[in-house]
Structure formats: C-alpha cells, structure tokens
C-alpha cells in the first residue's frame, strides 16, 4: 500500500475519532450519576477520545509532518500548560482538574492543545463533507431538544428550566447555535448542494434563529453575524466581486459600530444588545487582567481565578448589587489564560489564534476558487474567536472552536487542492467514494489499536477521581450522610465546592466539631477559598486566635469585606466618601438611588447630600444579606 494512500485511510480513522468526540464531548450529560451533571462526564470524553486519535497519530507518525512550523504555537501552548502546576500557588488538584462547574484545568486544556494538533494534522479536504454533516446533526438534535425545553417536555429533571440542551447554560446553547448557524448559512447561499438539502438546512437554521431568541442570549445571534458577514466577505473578496464587498462594508460597519455602543448602552442599538451582566463582565475582565498583572509570570494557577477576584475587583465592583457576586472566570477565554497561566500561556493561545488567522486570511488571497466547506468552518472559528472574548470556556461549546481551529491551521497552508474537496455534503460521487475508503480503513493495526488504547485508558484514568468523588458525594448528600460525607472529603478530586456545602450541612445541623474538622481541611488544601475563612469566624468553640486569624485572612483575600469589623457601615462610607463624585454617582443609580435612565452627572453635588442618609442605610443592608 503506497504511503499516500496509508495517510489516506489514517486520516479517515483519526477524523471519525475527533468528529465522534466533538459530537459526544457536547450532547453527554451524567444528571442520574453526578452531581454536576455537565461538566465531568464531558472532560472525561473529551480526553477519552482525543488521547484515542493522538495514540494513532503516534502509531503512524511517519505519515504525518509533525515538525511543521506551523504547528510550533500548538506546542508551545502545550509546553506553557505545564508551568503554572509547578510555580503556581494553586493547589495542585485544583490546577489539574479544574473548579466545580468549569472543569478547565490543566487536563481540559492539555486535550484542547491535542485536538488543535490532531485535527490540524489529520482533517484534510476530504474530511470536510463528514465535518459539516456532523455539525448539522449535531444541530438538528441540539434544535431538537431545545423544543422540547421549551414545550415544558423535558425528561430530565434539571434544576431549572431553560432552552439550554445539553450545556447547563442558555449563554452557552445560543453560542454553540450561531456557530453552526454560520455553517448552515454559507451552504444555503454559497453551495451547489441539492435543493432538498439546502431546504433542510434552512429549516434547522430557522429554528436555531428561533431558539437563540427564546434564550434571551446576545452571543448567538452577534457571532452568527460577525461570522456569516466575515463568510460573505470572504467570497466577494475571491470572486472579485467590488459591489458585494462594498455594500457589505457599508452595511457592516455601521451595524457593528452602533453594537459596540449598544453593549455600553449607548446609542440606537442599546435596546436590542444591552444587558446588565455586560458591566458585570466589564467588572469580571478587569479584576482578571489586575490579577494578570499581578501573577505576570506563573499566573495564580489555572482555573484559579476565583481565589484572586474579590482581592483585584475593586471597590465600585464589589458593591455595584452585592459584595455576595463573585465570579470564576473572567468571562473572556483570552483573559482566563493571562490570569491562570500568566504571559506564556496568554502569549502562546493568542499565538495560535493569530497564526490561524494569519494563514486562513493568506488563503483566502491566495485561492483562485474557494471551498464552500472551507469557508463555512472558516466563518464559524471566526465565530468563535470572538465569542471566546465575550464569554466562559465552556467544554461542550469550545470542543468545537478546538476542532475548527485545527481545520482552519491545517487547510490554510496551501498544501491543498480545493478540487479534492466534496462538492456536495449528500449524495455526491465523492460521498461514496468516502464509503469505499471506510469500508477499506475500517480495521486498525495491532500498532494503531495498542497505541490508541493506551492513550485512551490513560485519558480515562486520568479524569476518573473528580468524576467518582462528585458521584459519591452527590448520593451522600442526597441521603444527608454526613459520615459519608466526611469519608468522600478524603477522596482525591474533591473540589472548594463539596468540602464548603459539607461543612454548610453540618452547621444546619448543628454539628460544630465536624464543620471545624472540615474547615481545617477546606482551608489547608484550598488556601484562597474565602467561604473556609469566614465560616471559621462564626464558630463560637473554635480558639480566639483562630478566629482572629480567619478574620485577617479573610480581610487579606477581600479587602472590602466589612461584614466581621466592628461597625462594618462606618468601613463602607469611609471607602466610599474616598470616591470620585462621578464613581458615587454611578453607585447611587446602580443602588437605584437615583433613575438608571439619568446617567449624565449633575454639576454640582447637591443630589449627593439629598441621598447621603440613604447611602448610609444601604451600607447596612450589604451585610444583612
């Protein structure tokens, strides 16, 4: 067999295992065995199936170009991953497997770094028409499913009920759809698909537009712009088309311009892209770029985030609602990578996302006829770059911006011929052409088996001990087992999370030694979780210089917390008398002090003297709550 034709059936078997572990990695959900029944099970597929397809990339590494350039930023992200577990003061299981909720350790990112490299490395332009049928039934059932949301249907017994399929979040559910949404828009506009298949995909794109405006979520339908406007200038751009481009321009630009101030609240777009979580995220990105600053080097260890905000948010942010709102992530992937990894694995992400995009823009110049296929996985990674600066790096919607990213890298290197690629997703002679190359490639080698089982069973081992200590403790906490519960603590995996609801259990059920034995571990092994401190405070059996300590590292963790000082309201007006005028302000219409619709500042302070008494009242409330 020529060594063309070994890459050939390689590549199919290493792009059916990445597009089987796109498509698992976000439809899987454990609700009946974990207690968090998103995120776990899809860390352990993720890594599952990606170590598979890098155990047969290994096994038949002589077919592939490893030391390419172009791959370089992929190993230094990689190579970047490893620093903060060693100088980073994070604990190290934290580090490794992430918070409770997120699960974007160390781990995640390493099979992210994997799944870049495979799919840049094994998805050629054959593989294209099998990507895009993936993502449509991928969509169709996600569509699906949010139907049945939203009809009131729903099986499974969520803790609330929202159109959010199988991501725990609408914000997440609306992303994932205007990603694919750009996919099915470039097929319907730009292909010579078959009039049936363009129908089908119009109708799934519909219902997309639908659900995403039933989720009230902005991402969706703001990335399905930028992405099927970048799609749309891509084509006019190669086909030289100046009247299409312009217009487009001259469209674009001032849609994007007034949504830029719609996201300030300012403008004529403010009422349709405006929300309040908007400043929120402000206050998020900016407490995560301080503690960037602060941790340049190292970072405070990945997924670490939430042990550094209160100390960096400032005090406009603590008190804008309530001291009470935190956050564990920046809500901006880019910004994520600065504050845990610091420099390095800030520089190396971004490094990948400009050569990408480098690469793909070159192509796009260079191309003398572009792949419709192509340019719809091109729009959707454009898609998600800038969903990656206004939102979480949620597992089961940046599987796909992983995957993307590595097509993109791979094709954009003109190594390509756009003729290769499938002229139709159905029912075309190449499609058949990829059964016979099935049918033939179906069998691996006892090499390729080997290898690919042993990385996957090392995937499976590695992520494995979070998933079994949420398992347990969920049934523990279930049946009230506080015994159980204090046995679970013990177990390697187990986050901030489950030691903080423990030890609220066993203060509900006044069983103080137990929550003091609890605390001691939740601070020991989490040194920057704020709720062990404080919580030590409030036990009246616990020494006085014990208490006094929590008491200073609590302050040392949240500077603005005055719960615990003596007069806690005169602590608050002292920082607050400290503000400029406009910052009080800004404070007093958030308290709705004064009307939110009045943001011009008046020119002199006596609506400052007005409100001061109930400023003061406000003080108070900030700690009753």
């Not at 990948?352 to 260079?366: E, P, R, S």
């Not at 949620?394 to 990213?405: E, R």
């Amino acid at each position: 067999m020529g060594k063309a034709r070994s890459k050939e059936y390689e590549n199919y078997r290493v792009s059916s295992a990445i597009f089987l572990t796109g498509f698992l990695t976000t439809v899987i959900v454990s609700p009946t065995f974990n207690y968090d029944p998103i995120n776990l099970v899809k860390v352990m597929i993720l890594t599952i199936g990606t170590f598979f397809a890098i155990g047969i990339i290994l096994a038949n590494r002589g077919l592939y170009k490893l030391n390419s350039k172009r791959l370089i930023p992929i190993y230094a992200f990689g190579i970047s991953i490893v620093i903060p577990l060693f100088f980073a003061e994070a604990p190290l299981n934290q580090q490794l497997w992430g918070i409770f909720g997120r699960n974007t350790g160390a781990l995640t990112l390493l099979a992210s770094s994997l799944l870049i490299l495979a799919s840049a490395l094994a998805i050629d332009s054959k593989s294209l028409a099998k990507l895009v049928r993936t993502i449509f039934l991928l969509n169709a059932f996600l569509a699906s499913y949010c139907l049945v949301q939203i009809a009131g249907l729903d099986p499974v017994p969520w803790s609330q009920y929202a159109p959010f399929a199988t991501l725990g979040n609408v914000n997440f559910l609306s992303a994932i759809l205007g990603m694919f949404s750009v996919v099915l828009f470039v097929h319907v506009v730009y292909s010579n698909e078959l009039v049936v298949t363009k129908l089908v995909f119009t109708i799934v794109m519909a219902i997309n537009i639908f659900v995403m405006l039933k989720t009230d979520s902005i991402q969706g339908p703001i990335i399905f712009l930028v992405g099927g406007s970048f799609a749309v200038l891509s084509f006019a751009w190669s086909k030289r088309r100046r009247i299409t481009l312009a217009l487009t321009l001259l469209i674009l630009l001032p849609v994007s311009t007034g949504g830029i101030f719609g996201l300030l609240n300012q403008g004529p777009l403010s009422s349709i892209v405006y929300q309040s979580s908007n400043v929120f995220r402000a206050d998020y990105m900016s407490a995560a770029w301080k503690t960037f600053l602060s941790n340049f080097i190292t970072g405070v260890g990945h997924d670490s985030f939430d042990g550094w905000y209160r100390t960096e948010r400032g005090f406009i942010s603590a008190f804008r609602t309530s001291p009470l709102r935190t956050t564990n992530s920046a809500h901006n992937i880019y910004l994520d990578m600065a504050a845990n990894g610091g420099i390095f694995l800030f520089a190396s992400y971004l490094g990948i996302v400009f050569i990408t995009l480098i690469l793909a823009l070159n192509h796009i110049k260079k191309s003398k006829k572009l792949d419709v296929s192509y340019v719809s996985i091109l729009g959707a990674w454009i898609a998600f770059i800038v969903q990656s600066a206004i939102s979480i790096n949620q597992i089961g919607v940046s599987v796909w911006g992983w995957i993307f990213t590595g097509v993109v890298l791979g094709l954009s290197v003109g190594e390509t011929n756009d003729s290769d690629s499938p002229k139709y997703i159905y029912g075309s002679d190449r499609f058949k052409n990829q059964r016979v190359i099935k049918n033939k490639a179906h069998m691996l080698s006892a090499k390729s088996i080997t290898f690919a089982l042993v990385f996957a069973l090392i995937g499976l081992l590695a992520t494995l001990p979070p998933l079994l200590a949420d398992s347990r403790y969920k049934t523990a906490m279930t049946a009230r087992n506080l015994d159980e519960l204090i046995r679970v603590a013990e177990m390697p995996g187990v986050t901030a999370f489950h030691l903080s609801t423990m030890i609220d259990l066993a203060r509900r059920n006044n069983l103080e030694p137990p929550a003091i034995e609890l605390s001691t571990k939740l601070i020991s092994n989490f040194p920057r979780e704020f709720f062990g401190w404080n919580v030590r405070m409030t036990f009246t059996t616990l020494a006085d210089d014990l208490r006094r300590e929590a008491y200073l590292r609590a302050k040392e963790i949240d500077p603005y917390f005055y719960c615990a000082d003596v007069d806690p309201s005169e602590s608050f007006l002292t920082e607050f008398d400290r503000l400029p005028l406009s910052k009080k302000y800004e404070l007093a219409r958030w308290w709705g002090l004064i009307p939110f619709t009045e943001n011009q500042l008046p020119s002199n302070a006596d609506w400052l003297v007005k409100l001061y008494p109930q400023v003061k009242q406000k003080a108070s409330t900030f700690c009753g709550s």
